[in-house]
């Protein structure tokens, strides 16, 4: 289960509606992929196509897509946004990380 926080729910619909995206016509896909300075990293993309082997969620209206292998690494993450003095954006809260890289878009297990 991925969870996501009141903020992130609120600049994900914006993103949307700024797309002329309607929140029910696509869903947010997050996946883990190889790469970043900690080993493994983060994507987020709007998607319409959901595949065989994906889990789906819903947290606060907002359906989450992941493929099978990305599930393993974020059981239990939540999903927040910030737009604080140290950068904006999506930030992972993954408990199943083990170590982060700085700017908080690569990690390890």
């Known amino acids: 289960m991925i969870s996501v926080s009141e903020r992130a729910r609120n600049k994900i ?49 907002i359906k989450i897509v992941v493929d099978k292998k990305s599930i393993l690494y974020l059981i239990g993450t939540e999903l927040d946004y910030t737009d604080g003095l140290n950068g904006k954006g999506f930030q992972f809260n993954n408990p199943n990380a083990s170590r982060t890289c700085g700017c908080g878009e690569s990690f390890a297990v």
Do not use: P
């Not at 994906?54 to 209206?61: I, L, M, S, T």
């Open 13 to 61: 619909i914006e993103l949307m509606g700024k797309d002329g995206i309607h929140e029910n016509s696509k869903f947010l896909r997050v996946a883990v992929q190889s790469g970043g300075c900690s080993g493994l990293s983060y994507n987020l993309d709007f998607d319409t196509q959901i595949k065989e082997n994906d889990q789906v969620f819903e947290d606060k209206g």
